[in-house]
């Protein structure tokens, strides 16, 4: 049983990187769709794809010189336990270029944009 499609969104592109796969497929959601927005944005994937007919979310992802875009993912927010963040306390995490997803009242937003904007929010997850 999924509990958060979005936790599941991660995990599938997390383990799909470490087996090497090229594209894998999701249940939709706006929420996950919108996710991957954000990480084709930042260059995590290189597209995704809508299938309404399964429901489905179809990314391909994206690989430099066989070396993976995506090395780990740490979840904050779980369903059980939501992590909330003020601008001033937003971490900025592992690696330099990690990307932290935040939900804030404008939409998901990377850390960087939140900052910029002087949003907090739900801290979702960290991608590096």
Same mark, same amino acid.
């Given at each position: 049983m999924?509990?958060? *499609?979005?936790?599941?969104?991660?995990?599938?592109?997390?383990?799909?990187?470490?087996?090497? =796969?090229? #594209?894998?497929?999701?249940?939709? %959601?706006?929420?996950?769709?919108?996710?991957? $927005?954000?990480?084709? =944005?930042?260059?995590?994937?290189? %597209?995704?794809?809508?299938?309404?007919?399964?429901r489905?979310?179809?990314?391909?992802l994206?690989?430099? @010189?066989?070396?993976?875009?995506? @090395?780990d993912v740490?979840?904050?927010?779980?369903?059980g336990r939501?992590?909330y963040?003020?601008t %001033?306390?937003i971490?900025?995490? =592992?690696? @330099?270029?990690? *990307?932290?997803?935040?939900?804030?009242?404008?939409?998901l *937003?990377?850390?960087? #944009?939140?900052? =910029?904007? @002087?949003?907090?929010g $739900?801290l979702?997850? $960290?991608?590096?």
């Open positions: 999924i509990n958060s *499609l979005s936790i599941d969104l991660l995990i599938r592109i997390k383990n799909a990187y470490k087996a090497g =796969k090229k #594209e894998i497929s999701t249940p939709l %959601s706006k929420f996950c769709q919108n996710i991957c $927005e954000i990480l084709k =944005k930042h260059q995590y994937i290189t %597209s995704y794809s809508v299938d309404k007919d399964n489905l979310l179809i990314i391909n994206k690989y430099t @010189n066989q070396c993976p875009a995506v @090395n740490k979840i904050f927010s779980k369903p939501r992590y963040s003020k %001033s306390t971490p900025w995490g =592992k690696v @330099n270029n990690s *990307l932290i997803i935040i939900s804030t009242s404008s939409g *937003l990377s850390q960087r #944009e939140a900052v =910029k904007k @002087n949003f907090g $739900e979702i997850a $960290e991608i590096y």
